[in-house]
């Protein structure tokens, strides 16, 4: 059963892009005010990442048989988000290198505050890989999720999987709870991808005005 053009997730973004680019390109005031559109439907995605990703790696760990796929599959997931977050980092130095946002703005760099920049400089400075290391481990679960801090999530994972891997038909029915739980946050991924419409024409009508 063919699913109508209309009817379409995929065209009723795009028209809605559309829709949003010419509202904020001719009607500015308007644009500027549809910006809590496109943040809301942000918020949202943000709000659903972390459990996502929780139910997806603890199902995905303790459902295998195999102990030594699980470690396979649990460093490969650490692995895969380390070189997501090393080429989204390379793509950023790029765009900023050549879109250079900022650029013909008249700053007097004796208005900048020195001290500021010190400490800023101070931190990049005791950024390494231990301090990265140190990072993902949370002070707190709570915290982790709270905080939406992905890696620290994604090892909390990783580590609840393995665990629960090793418990065998012990762990069966907390493992049924968490895919049960699981296919209840997808639904909600569908009801919130239901807003992508709307949450684009919001952010094209603003950034475009």
Not at 18 to 29: D, M, S, T
Not at 77 to 102: H, K, R
Not at 182 to 200: E, T
Request: glycine residues 10%; charged residues 10%.
């Amino acid at each position: 059963m063919k699913t109508s053009l209309f009817k379409s997730l995929y065209f009723q973004v795009l028209t809605a892009i559309a829709i949003g680019i010419l509202l904020g390109h001719f009607y500015p005031e308007i644009g500027e005010q549809m910006k809590p559109l496109g943040d809301g439907f942000v918020k949202l995605i943000k709000m659903i990442i972390a459990p996502v990703i929780f139910c997806t790696v603890v199902t995905g760990i303790a459902g295998m048989e195999s102990m030594k796929a699980v470690g396979r599959t649990g460093a490969v997931a650490l692995l895969y988000f380390e070189i997501v977050s090393t080429i989204a980092l390379i793509i950023g130095l790029i765009i900023v290198n050549v879109v250079q946002p900022g650029a013909g703005m008249n700053v007097d760099p004796a208005t900048l505050d020195a001290k500021a920049v010190a400490v800023y400089a101070d931190q990049a400075k005791d950024q390494g890989i231990v301090a990265f290391i140190m990072d993902v481990i949370p002070a707190s679960v709570i915290g982790a999720f709270a905080s939406g801090n992905i890696l620290q999530v994604l090892l909390f994972a990783v580590l609840f999987g393995f665990a629960l891997h090793r418990l065998g038909s012990k762990g069966q029915l907390i493992f049924n709870v968490i895919e049960s739980f699981s296919q209840v946050i997808f639904g909600i991924i569908n009801m919130i991808m239901r807003l992508a419409p709307i949450g684009a024409f919001g952010a094209m009508a603003f950034y475009h005005r």
